[in-house]
């Protein structure tokens, strides 16, 4: 059960290294999220985007923190699912678990929607080749991790050396134009509140530091090693996303940023650099986007096997197949994501993603800021700023996509007082759920 | 090694896209589309201390500002002596715009410069993408004209500003061959110009609601590499509730 900070011990046993973890942790976040959420979060918040990335930014920089305690606290593999089942509380560990894979198939759907426009967009191809594009990506990928070859750290490090160097290089050479009237060209100046709204439309951007707690028992020596690979991590992608909000939007201007929110960087690096840069862009967004959805993919159906095996799914979604992949859930999971990447909007996608991490972000830091020692104000601080980001994102759905917000809210309901009913109309008894809760 | 090659090339790039020229003045046009027949008057003022612009633009007319230096510019309208609208608009160099005035001029004594509690709630929470539709009140919505173009094709976007008249759908036809450039599209909504038709002669038809029939009809003449703004707006009579005004493509970007 739950044990407490040091009585672990050191050596994972596994072979990734400080390096490993830094690339793995640093790839998840950039693998997709800044690629979609430029345009989106430059509409709400112009000129103070650089601002909102790095208030989004501060709420991860806390949440990786605690993930990273909670990790070495608990010692085992798993997220947050994990950490409340040591707690012995099965009935919330299994509606985060819900909400936390709701916000995974958004995520992937975020990721297949940016890949299928940015190539297109490179192609000159029209909304049936986008859509192709999507559902043949989501496809390829279930279909390489049926035959369990799933996430390969290798390969994963080497295209976010490749997708770091074009999106650092995109920023700096949009700061050689420094250029600030291109922040707010073609709309109205935001006021610097602004930056609150645009912080929780697109703080999914950030979420993907923590699949690296899945692949706990890949670590070596993780309590040594976890914490600073996840901070600085995000330490480090907040300065890129910094980086990048200003450089791009000062090549391209606010406005055609926000009218290509999709290709929003193809068309930045179009413009400084013409077809050259189009084609290096292209081709990082590509490999960034197949590697996020494929390391989420990964991850979200290995933690639907654990959640199913732990009675808080249905069996038959927790079925291996002969190379031990959680295979129903697998294609149920990529399914999905297809799905939503050809019908979502943009910004609808990417927002109540964010809201599905922003709950899970907010109850992880409660749970730092409750059982683990040591600068229990970080934690509390990731409390806050969560509420805050909840709070002010669930307003903007509320005001400007009200039937997304009752999607979402419906489906967090029947994660959390409907999880029970429904896991016994599968028949399964949802554990910690005795009363029906 | 490998490493050390893939930096060296990241710098010579940099260094090569930082000898860019400079990108000079913005330009700005402005289209009246108010569905009353105001003549506007229209002043433009810069926050960096520059002189004010003046000009007057008639219904359905169309006015060049033209070039801008960069920055942040304040823009009132007027109706004779009484404002109708106040905004801000940013102006990055060498960036191209259109700027469409829309909305209904209101009876005298309401204050048609102030946003309702809706839209002023829904501009906080939306950004720059929210049009709110502020009971009908003048507004001002901005388009980029330096988006990507299509090699072989004109690409269409629409806008639907014919107050309390939504949902639109705009198709454009010819010989067998339909696109729907639009589908219910709301007041004082905008598609993204994703749209595309190959070059030649096309007529638009604009169907409100479920409608069977045309609502109104127009000829549209597209070239390749064009990037047209399809506005429908409000009618001259109740038996004709809209009709389709064409903004004509400017070049393509540089």
Redesign the interface.
């Known amino acids: 059960m739950a044990g407490t900070d040091g009585d672990q011990a050191d050596d994972g046993g596994g072979t990734l290294g400080f390096g490993g973890v830094w690339a793995l942790a640093a790839g998840g976040m950039v693998g997709g999220g800044i690629y979609t959420a430029l345009g989106v979060v430059?509409?709400?918040?112009?000129q103070w985007t650089w601002l909102a990335f790095t208030i989004s930014g501060a709420l991860a920089l806390a949440s990786a923190h605690s993930y990273a305690r909670l990790a070495n606290h608990f010692g085992r593999a798993g997220g947050a699912f994990e950490f409340l089942e040591e707690l012995g509380d099965d009935g919330v560990a299994g509606a985060l678990a819900w909400i936390l894979i709701i916000g995974y198939v958004l995520t992937m759907a975020v990721y297949a929607f940016a890949f299928g426009h940015y190539v297109a967009?490179a192609l000159?191809g029209?909304?049936w080749v986008m859509r192709a594009l999507a559902i043949g990506a989501v496809g390829a990928l279930v279909a390489l991790n049926f035959r369990g070859v799933g996430s390969v750290a290798l390969v994963e490090t080497v295209i976010v050396?490749?997708n770091l160097?074009v999106l650092?290089?995109l920023g700096?050479?949009g700061l050689?134009?420094w250029?600030p009237?291109?922040?707010?060209?073609?709309?109205?100046?935001?006021e610097p509140w602004?930056a609150f709204?645009?912080a929780a439309a697109i703080f999914m951007a950030y979420e993907g530091f923590q699949l690296i707690t899945y692949e706990l028992d890949e670590i070596r020596s993780p309590k040594r090693i976890l914490m600073p690979a996840l901070v600085s991590a995000v330490v480090f992608v907040i300065g890129v996303y910094v980086l990048v909000a200003l450089g791009a939007v000062m090549i391209a201007?606010?406005?055609?940023t926000?009218?290509?929110a999709q290709v929003a960087l193809s068309?930045a690096a179009?413009v400084?650099?013409g077809t050259p840069?189009l084609i290096a862009l292209t081709v990082a967004a590509a490999f960034a986007t197949t590697a996020a959805i494929n390391s989420t993919l990964f991850s979200t159906a290995k933690l639907a096997g654990r959640v199913a095996d732990a009675g808080q799914l249905p069996a038959a979604l927790g079925a291996r197949n002969r190379h031990g992949v959680p295979a129903r859930a697998l294609a149920g999971l990529g399914g999905l994501a297809a799905l939503l990447a050809i019908v979502g909007t943009l910004?609808t996608l990417v927002e109540a993603a964010s809201l599905a991490f922003v709950v899970t972000f907010g109850v992880v830091n409660a749970l730092a800021a409750r059982h683990t020692k040591g600068r229990r104000w970080v934690a509390w601080l990731g409390v806050a700023l969560a509420a805050l980001i909840a709070l002010?994102l669930t307003?903007?759905l509320a005001?400007?996509t009200p039937l997304a917000l009752a999607l979402l809210a419906g489906l967090i309901a029947l994660a959390t007082v409907g999880r029970a009913w429904f896991l016994r109309l599968a028949g399964r008894r949802a554990p910690g759920d005795d009363d029906g809760g | 090694m490998a490493?050390r090659s893939?930096?060296a090339v990241?710098a010579s790039?940099?260094a090569l896209?930082?000898c860019?020229a400079e990108?000079g003045p913005?330009v700005i046009r402005l289209v009246s589309a108010l569905a009353d027949p105001h003549t506007v008057a229209v002043t433009v003022t810069p926050r960096h201390g520059d002189a004010a612009r003046n000009l007057k633009v008639g219904p359905g007319g169309v006015a060049e500002l033209g070039a801008l230096a960069?920055?942040?510019y304040d823009i009132a309208v007027r109706v004779g002596e009484r404002p109708i609208l106040r905004?801000?608009?940013?102006?990055?160099?060498g960036?191209r715009?259109t700027a469409v005035l829309y909305g209904r001029v209101p009876a005298a004594g309401v204050d048609a410069t102030e946003p309702t509690t809706d839209a002023a709630?829904?501009r906080?929470?939306?950004?720059?993408?929210?049009r709110p539709v502020n009971g009908d009140l003048p507004g001002l919505v901005?388009?980029?004209d330096?988006?990507?173009r299509?090699?072989d094709a004109a690409k269409v976007r629409v806008i639907a500003l014919a107050p309390g008249v939504s949902p639109v759908t705009v198709a454009a036809a010819r010989d067998g061959e339909r696109v729907t450039l639009a589908s219910g599209l709301a007041y004082p909504q905008a598609t993204?110009?994703?749209t595309?038709l190959a070059p030649g002669e096309w007529t638009l038809t604009v169907t409100l609601g479920d409608a069977a029939s045309a609502a109104a009809k127009r000829d549209l003449a597209v070239a390749r590499r064009d990037l047209v703004t399809v506005l429908v707006l409000a009618g001259p009579s109740p038996e004709e509730p809209v009709h389709a005004y064409v903004i004509p493509s400017r070049r393509p970007p540089r």
């Open positions: 430059v509409a709400v918040a112009g967009y000159h029209g909304p050396a490749g160097i650092v290089g700096v050479i050689t134009y250029d009237a291109q922040l707010v060209a073609g709309i109205a100046p935001r602004s709204v645009g201007g606010a406005l055609p926000i009218a290509d068309r179009d400084a650099l840069g910004s002010v307003a903007r005001v400007l | 490493g893939l930096l990241a790039v940099i896209a930082g860019h990108r913005g960069p920055g942040v905004d801000a608009l940013g102006v990055g160099g960036s715009v709630l829904i906080a929470l939306g950004g720059a993408e929210a901005v388009v980029s330096d988006l990507r299509a090699p993204e110009a994703s595309e």
